[in-house]
């Protein structure tokens, strides 16, 4: 229950920190895994002090233990060890300090941590992290690689020197972190957050050498794994050898088998570039060579065409059909206007023959009444009736004697 305190009604250490023993009295005992990073075995003791650390969230507790508890395990338990606990939570009063009194103490075994491993890895992939949908393309030629590895490890000599004698001018940010044990998990994933946040760098290796599965465990931690999910920039995974095969394979953009193949897979052979180019070139010179030629070709038989070789003959050749039907029309217009001048003549003679005014000439003359019709019979007329009579010369009137 709370207790209640004032400004005025403080409790004093003591009191504080023996409500404290009261509460963790209270509970019951619980089974804890860990990881051991300390352990102290004085000779002559009979107990024996260790440190339980969860390697994920970088928190620790210290545990003891009486030697007969630990000399049971104590052939294959040490330092780095993985182990599960059946402890009682102890409140030391006087320092005010929390430990776990064990009363057994069991090791991990290799099966049991790839057992639980499968089981994350199934749980992450229900999940859609290892989906190949949301691997990223890594860069052809990267600005500046990231590189997380040990210190003065294989795996970053390999890294470095491959790449460097694969593409001389390329740059590497190198973050340096324990890559096994309790402190690996928690600086591995800062040094991939810290380079995922750089803005110059193009692509992130994860390198390591290999290792036994307890060495390697570090690499498939859920929450590294749930880190490099989140990273925006290309993550290579090049842990162990080929037949190792940590979680962080699975999520990362790309596998390397080893470090060496990661260096291989990030950066380009600059003599290889320079052979694609050159193969490149030579094609591209080729296909050039080949239209011109063709064009050449196509050309030079333009050319040899007799219309493009003499394009005044065909002229010439036509010149003399042209004169000849010229002049044999000029001959048929002329046959044709003289025929029908011919045709006029003779038709202006015969209608000049026949013309009322040749008559008239000849001295005849035509009567008309007054209505304009020709008096053709001397009973188409009256006694006195006035006509008018039209002559070669005129026209004048008459009028009918009874």
Not at 141 to 166: F, I, Q, Y
Not at 259 to 265: I, L, N, Q, R, V
Not at 338 to 353: C, G, N
Not at 384 to 399: K, N, Q, Y
Request: glycine share 8%; with cysteine.
């Amino acid at each position: 229950m709370a207790v209640n305190t004032t400004p005025e009604a403080p409790l004093p250490v003591g009191e504080v920190s023996r409500l404290i023993g009261g509460w963790i009295d209270r509970l019951g005992a619980v089974w804890v895994e860990g990881q051991i990073t300390q352990l102290s075995r004085r000779p002559g003791a009979g107990v024996v002090f260790l440190t339980l650390r969860d390697p994920s969230h970088d928190v620790s507790v210290s545990v003891t233990c009486y030697r007969q508890v630990f000399d049971a395990v104590a052939d294959v338990v040490g330092e780095g060890a993985r182990v599960v606990v059946l402890a009682k939570p102890e409140w030391y009063a006087p320092r005010g300090q929390l430990s776990l009194r064990a009363a057994e103490i069991r090791p991990v075994g290799v099966g049991e941590l790839l057992a639980r491993l499968e089981q994350l890895k199934k749980a992450l992939a229900r999940e859609g992290l290892f989906a190949p949908e949301r691997k990223k393309p890594l860069p052809f030629l990267p600005r500046l690689v990231g590189l997380v590895c040990g210190r003065a490890s294989a795996a970053e000599r390999d890294v470095l020197e491959n790449a460097r004698h694969r593409w001389p001018a390329v740059r590497f940010e190198v973050r340096n972190v324990p890559v096994q044990g309790v402190h690996a998990v928690p600086q591995v994933v800062q040094a991939v957050k810290e380079l995922d946040a750089h803005d110059d760098v193009d692509v992130i290796i994860v390198a390591r050498g290999g290792g036994s599965v307890e060495d390697l465990l570090p690499f498939s931690d859920e929450q590294l794994v749930r880190t490099v999910a989140a990273c925006r920039t290309p993550v290579v995974s090049a842990i162990g050898h080929e037949p190792d095969n940590p979680l962080l394979d699975h999520v990362a953009d790309l596998r390397a088998s080893t470090p060496t193949d990661a260096a291989k897979k990030v950066v380009p052979d600059v003599g290889e570039e320079y052979e694609r180019v050159r193969l490149l070139r030579d094609r591209a010179r080729r296909c050039v060579r080949a239209l011109v030629e063709r064009e050449e070709r196509g050309l030079a038989h333009a050319l040899a065409r007799p219309s493009v070789e003499d394009p005044h003959r065909m002229v010439d050749a036509r010149a003399g059909e042209v004169t000849a039907l010229l002049e044999r029309g000029r001959r048929s217009l002329r046959h044709q206007l003289d025929r029908a001048d011919s045709e006029l003549t003779h038709t202006h003679a015969r209608v000049v023959a026949l013309s009322p005014a040749a008559t008239l000439q000849r001295g005849y003359a035509v009567l008309q009444r007054s209505d304009g019709q020709a008096v053709r019979a001397p009973d188409e007329v009256a006694a006195g009736e006035a006509l008018r009579a039209r002559v070669s010369g005129g026209e004048f009137t008459v009028r009918v004697d009874a």
